[in-house]
Nanobody
Framework: QVQPVESGGGLVQAGGSLRLSCAAS????????MGWFRQAPGKEREFVAA????????LYADSVKARFTISRDNAKNTVYLQMNSLKPEDTAVYYC???????????????WGQGTQVTVSS
């Protein structure tokens, strides 16, 4: 099992950038698909991006494609989410999660972090 811990959230103006990091404890990090999800106030949690074990395969939600980039460094047990051209509708708590399978479905992810707040002002 790995336990994710997110960092890097904050307040940014529309059009700006942020990079989220997720450090995962455990010696089997490279055995897990890692994903980012987000939940805005009053809305359901939604998939943002996922990256496979090697980092060669990625999935993105249509709403963030071409603006967000997910990457990982297995030597550092860390996954990143680079967010560019941020919009007010990107405001949410962002969660990092680990899964044994490549998926966009939250229920397939078995370990979750506590979340980090991202707020985009207009």
């Amino acid at each position: 099992q790995v336990q994710p811990v997110e960092s890097g959230g904050g307040l940014v103006q529309a059009g700006g950038s942020l990079r989220l990091s997720c450090a995962a404890s455990g010696r089997t990090f490279s055995n897990y698909v890692m994903g980012w999800f987000r939940q805005a106030p009053g809305k359901e949690r939604e998939f943002v991006a996922a990256i496979d074990w090697s980092g060669a395969g990625t999935l993105y939600a249509d709403s963030v494609k071409a603006r967000f980039t997910i990457s990982r460094d297995n030597a550092k047990n860390t996954v990143y989410l680079q967010m560019n051209s941020l919009k007010p509708e990107d405001t949410a708590v962002y969660y990092c999660a680990a899964s044994r399978m490549m998926s966009v479905t939250g229920s397939h992810f078995t370990s979750w972090g506590q979340g980090t707040q991202v707020t985009v002002s207009s």
